[in-house]
């Protein structure tokens, strides 16, 4: 996927979540409404802008003729500093996209693990599985900081704060099912 | 100055210098400063963090440790920006320009010496300003009732929207737009009829504010962090002995001092427009660095100390007064100013005139606490600027499951339900994909901040018209405020008019 077709992707997202908006507040009483059509109207015109912008580049860059973005003029200072640290260390060209989908994996393995062990063991599972296989550190490092989340959760938030952690839904199954 | 301001700027200074007050904005210094110094993580990361975990906490704890993480984090960033060419928060970036190189030159002890003395000065000049301006914050807010916070949620988020560098005013104003969306989900607050439920009884109180920061500016920090790779903040560079002199490095701002002062007035006004932020500031006054220098302007880019000293005074002066806006009107200057605005809104500290009337001793508390953190992180940095270096061998990536675990922790903990991790996931995902594509994140974290207010303040003018109580041209101030809006919605278009004449 280009990285065009996911700017107009995410705006067309936008989008449908404003026309959801739109569709639930024709539901709604007359005062309740008001105020969320007053700014969801103009919102869903918008992001159909920014869609269309999107999509045609070239009338995003004749639009842009018309508008100044860079309105205290530190652009060009800007890219001078930080423009010579966004690329990649080593020179090669970026695998960002990879990356990213790890990192997005990686957040889904949190809340899957959150979900099903709950905190207690879900935060440490994550914290073992992501310094073992994500940053290749080694198994020994990887159990200390793992056991070190643990003891922090369970003393901090367990013992002395005694707040009711989230136990997770696997624990609720096996119990349910062992009834 | 009136004596009940000094009395309560007193009694501010006795609170936070009481034990065991004074630990909160020490320990706030403290985090902030290892958060800033390393690179992708940011005090405004610290700030969501925290929100959830201080939810019970008092208000005068919560403001010493918030005003801690607004000043501790600025200067520490620059410490990387000069040594290792990395900003360690994006304000430090101008710094880079002129500080890497004196670095190189085997002056970089100068550098932070210039660093550390232009930063602590120049918070103490925004601070100044501030407590100057409290007589007539509490003046003008006087004269405000509901139209005028109406035009001015109004104004505040069409300046954010439209000022926020690097994107299109278009998708500034449609985050606005979103935000608001967001925030009208739940009871609607005149018939308690449900919005935008979906028939689920977690949405009947609406989205909490908190899980969305922590998904917005934690967890997207986490994706991003993660996404670009970066190893080390050193990049596998080994570090060498500091060479140069800090004394020699801070008497350059008195030799300067006319600089330093026009750097720190930069920082000042900048930082009182919502949303422009310390980027901009440092940026700006490191141009008029070069613009007003009377010799040596071929030096700037190659290691010259001016080209330090102008940034960090304004970056560093932006914090001060970009708590203006903030505690008069409630209108944030800054991401980290909006979680403070989310904060003080969720402990019932509404800005305005109550705060900076019956509750001014509080403000005061936020000042002093953020005017130690700033001399603090100047001094504590110098110190032990030699011991932190080793902290930059860290490889960054594995802070990322502690970090992106306490996210959403965080926001379990904020109300005890697991739709709320959900929350922050998806936000997560949102936030990263809205840095991603350049979309502004702070217009739709300030919209959902605003948007009971806003609707509030809607509701009640309407009623005041209908009843007749009000006409649009018996309200100066709202009127204003309207004109200022519509200026401000113009302006991209007259700038980038009049550019395109003075273009040959």
Redesign the interface.
Known sequence: MTRFS??AL??LL?CL??VL?LS??AG??R??RM??LA??V??LL??I??LC?DLAPRLAEGL????????????P??E???G??ET??NGEPS??AR??R???L???V??CL??LFG?LAG?PA??LL??KM??Q?RWAPSAV?AAG?LIL?YLL?VQVLE????RGRLWDWLSRASM | MSESILQSAWHGLVLVLSWPNILYPVIGTLLAMAFAFVPGLSGVTLMALAISFTLNWEPLPILLVFGAFIGGATFMGSVTAILF???GTTPS??T??DGYPMARQGHAKTAIGCSAMSSALGSTFGILVLIALIPVMRRAILAFGPPEFLMLAVWGLVTIA??T???????G??AG??G??IS?IGF?P??A?L??T?GSPYLHDGLGTVPVFLGIFA?AE??HL??????TIS??RRMEELKGSIWKGAASVFRNFGLFLRSSIIGTV?GMIPA?GG??AG??A??QAVLTAREGKERF?RGDIRGVLAPEAAHDAKDGASLVPTLAFGVPGSEGTALLLGVLTLHGLIPGKELLTTRLDLVFVLIWSLFLSNWMTSLLGVATVGQLTRLTVI?T??L???I??LA??GA??SN?R?ED??IA?LF??CGY?MKK?G?PRVPLVLALVLGPL??NN??ITLRLRRLGRIRIWSRPIAAFLMLLTLATLA???I???L??RARP
């Open positions: 996911e700017k995410f705006t936008l979540f404003a908006v639930l507040t709604l009483g005062v309740a105020v969320p700014v969801a103009p919102t918008l992001l802008g920014q912008m842009s003729r018309w508008e100044k973005r860079d309105l205290f003029s530190v652009e200072l800007r001078k500093s930080l010579r640290i990649d260390e695998p960002r990356r990213e790890t990192a997005l990686w957040l889904s949190l809340g959150v979900y905190f935060l994550h914290i992501y310094w994500r940053s550190a900081a989340m959760l938030l707040f009711p952690l989230y | 060419n990395i900003p970036a101008a880079m320009i439209v000022i560098t690097r994107a299109s005013m278009v998708k104003l449609a737009g979103i608001f969306l009208f609607d005149r018939t009829e919005r935008y979906l967890l986490m994706i993660s996404a670009t790779g970066r190893r990049g596998g900048v422009v980027t901009v940026f700006v490191y141009g880019g490889r990536e594995l990322i499951p502690f992106s675990g959403v922790l379990y903990v005890a697991i991790v959900a996931l997560g995902v994909y594509q979309w806003f609707e809607l509701h302006l991209p278009f700038q980038a008019r550019s395109r």
